[in-house]
């Protein structure tokens, strides 16, 4: 033992002070960056719910795929389900495979060649979708008034908002709805209205203007991102038609989101009280700091700090292996979009935010 103490001593004698200091840090660097890369990585980028979904859904979807897998799936009992549960027509609804894919085929229909204003901040993807339907898009400031007054052939609105959290009360959306000219389309996307502080009323919605669509999906508070399952809300039958995919969507899916709309709401309900629990430990975690968000609802959070750019922020956190949606995407250089999951994933972050 004092053989090993006296050779690990003897490095030292013909070293430097500084010499010595400079290779004691390069060893804690070492150590540190050996901790580093045994910490689990921490994705709060995606805006998929980070749970599985309930077992029941994924025992719908499995006895549907043993059951006909060799015929094509009717949905009708889900047109009629999705029907009674918004207070419309069978005729007003159509399955689809996700809000994301709706929205573009919706786009193709509705916006060739014309303008579309987007209410922004909002879905990143929806410029994008414009453009490849062959429209125009046009970011504009999330004002009911402003655009209304626009004149474009169509107006996206999102609410709950990605990234934002914002929501539009459902009697404000109907004003509005009455308020925007006839020759114009509302469009809302809808997908993570499970989130908001009042599910709204489409069939009210629906019934303020003709030229409406709603958009609603299954990937976020029901976690079935991977069925790609969703659903559309018009009064436009030849407008749905072609939203409907070519033989419709697969029967496990339907069976998931059948049962989801039949027996989900106990869990949607705890899932909108975890993200909201979530948002509230987060605020104030970082009360005080000069980092904040606004209020809103739903998981996805629009982080900015008066001391910091986007782009500081999201390397930092990425030194640290949490990974967040810089607000480029958004065309912002002053935020990131964090996707909030339990109370151990919220500390760590608030944690990595306060060493900033």
């Not at 060893?27 to 050996?34: C, H, K, N, Y």
């Not at 990605?162 to 004003?175: F, H, K, Q, R, V």
Request: glycine share 8%.
């Amino acid at each position: 033992m004092i053989r090993r103490l006296r050779d690990y001593y003897r490095q030292f004698e013909e070293l430097s002070p500084d010499e010595i200091s400079r290779e004691l840090r390069e060893r804690r660097d070492a150590d540190r960056a050996r901790e580093l890369s045994e910490v689990p990585p921490l994705d709060l980028a995606s805006a998929s719910w980070h749970q599985p979904p309930d077992a029941e859904a994924v025992n719908a979807a499995t006895y549907a795929l043993r059951r006909a897998v060799n015929a094509y799936p009717d949905d009708t009992p889900l047109r009629e389900a999705l029907a009674r549960r918004h207070g419309v027509e069978r005729s007003q609804v159509a399955p689809g495979h996700g809000a994301g894919e709706l929205l573009h085929a919706a786009f193709r229909a509705i916006a060739v060649e014309g303008e579309v204003a987007i209410a922004w901040p909002g879905w990143g993807p929806l410029p994008t979708l414009v453009h490849e339907a062959g429209g125009t898009p046009v970011p504009a400031a999330p004002d009911l008034d402003v655009l209304a007054a626009r004149g474009a052939r169509a107006v996206v609105l999102c609410t709950p908002n990605d990234p934002t959290g914002a929501t539009i009360p459902p009697l404000d959306l109907e004003a509005f709805a009455r308020e925007l000219d006839e020759s114009s389309w509302l469009v809302v996307d809808a997908a993570l209205a499970e989130f908001g502080p009042d599910r709204g009323d489409e069939g009210a919605l629906l019934a303020a203007r003709e030229r409406v669509l709603v958009v609603r999906s299954f990937s976020k508070a029901h976690a079935m991102a991977g069925f790609r399952a969703g659903y559309a809300l018009a009064n436009d039958e030849e407008l749905l038609d072609r939203l409907t995919p070519a033989g419709g969507v697969s029967a496990p899916a339907q069976a998931a989101m059948l049962w989801a709309v039949a027996s989900g709401e106990a869990v949607v309900r705890r899932r909108r009280a975890a993200a909201a629990r979530e948002r509230e430990r987060l605020a104030e975690r970082l009360h005080g700091t000069p980092f904040s968000f606004p209020s809103g609802h739903g998981p996805l959070v629009w982080l900015a700090s008066t001391a910091h750019d986007g782009r500081t922020i999201s390397r930092h956190l990425a030194a640290r292996r949490i990974f967040v949606t810089p607000g480029q995407a958004w065309g912002d250089d002053r935020h990131v979009r964090v996707t909030l999951r339990d109370g151990a994933a919220t500390d760590r972050l608030a944690d990595a935010l306060l060493e900033l």
